[in-house]
């Protein structure tokens, strides 16, 4: 079944360690997604790549960053976490043509010591 | 600036009819979308609505009033297992190919 894979599912890192996030999609789809979501919140989108292009929203902070190093794979660093940074983290892909439709992974949830 | 609304709570009886609402607020609006999301679980698509009017798809249906400004949807034959959080979603104002989802409403449906 084609789907969007997140690695790891649990993920706990220490204040100020940099942690790396992975998503894996075989759904062949242009764009992917990070969002960050917090307890009882709506997602927030942080970045997308459509394609190769990447997109960085106003308010995401420069401790986050992302690569997309080919079609299939995403990975959100983090680079100096903090407590606040604590979240489930979700991977999403859609069509170029489709935005409306976001395929999601399971999530990647993020504990801060 | 855009923003969604939703009630924070619906609360329903099993086998019942409920509707969520959603009035957004947004530049360069194109459509909107539904989400349900269970508890520790991922975001899945429900519906998209670009046109006034209904779309139907089983027990869940969506409808859209562009010049209202208003969405909903609605849930047939409610089940133990629709408990969860709905979110609506918009695209994004800068028209990239983003969204931009609503606080949610965490529906619970009770026996």
């Known amino acids: 079944d084609a789907m969007v894979i997140q690695n790891p599912r649990y993920q706990v890192t220490q204040f100020g360690k940099p942690v790396t996030l992975s998503c894996s999609q075989t759904l062949n789809h242009n764009v992917m997604y990070w969002y960050q979501q917090k307890s009882s919140q709506a997602p927030k989108l942080l970045f997308h790549?459509?394609?190769?292009?990447?997109?960085n929203e106003a308010d995401t902070p420069d401790n986050f960053q992302s690569r997309r190093p080919n079609t299939s794979f995403c990975f959100l660093d983090i680079r100096s976490p903090g407590l606040g940074d604590a979240a489930m983290y979700l991977c999403a892909t859609s069509r170029r043509t489709d935005p409306y439709e976001q395929y999601f992974g399971p999530g990647t949830r993020l504990t801060v010591t | 600036g855009q923003s969604l609304e939703q009630p924070s709570e619906v609360t329903a009886v099993e086998g019942a009819i409920v509707q969520i609402n959603c009035t957004y607020q947004t530049s360069g609006f194109y459509g909107l979308s539904w989400y349900q999301q269970h508890d520790g679980g991922a975001p899945t698509f429900l519906s998209y609505n670009a046109l006034d009017g209904l779309e139907e798809t089983g027990r869940f249906s969506s409808f859209l009033s562009r010049s209202d400004s208003y969405g909903y949807l609605l849930l047939q034959e409610l089940q133990m297992k629709d408990s969860a959080s709905y979110f609506c979603a918009v695209r994004n104002q800068n028209g990239a190919n983003n969204l931009f989802f609503g606080t949610g409403t965490r529906l619970t449906v009770i026996p």
């Open positions: 790549y459509y394609d190769k292009d990447f997109n």
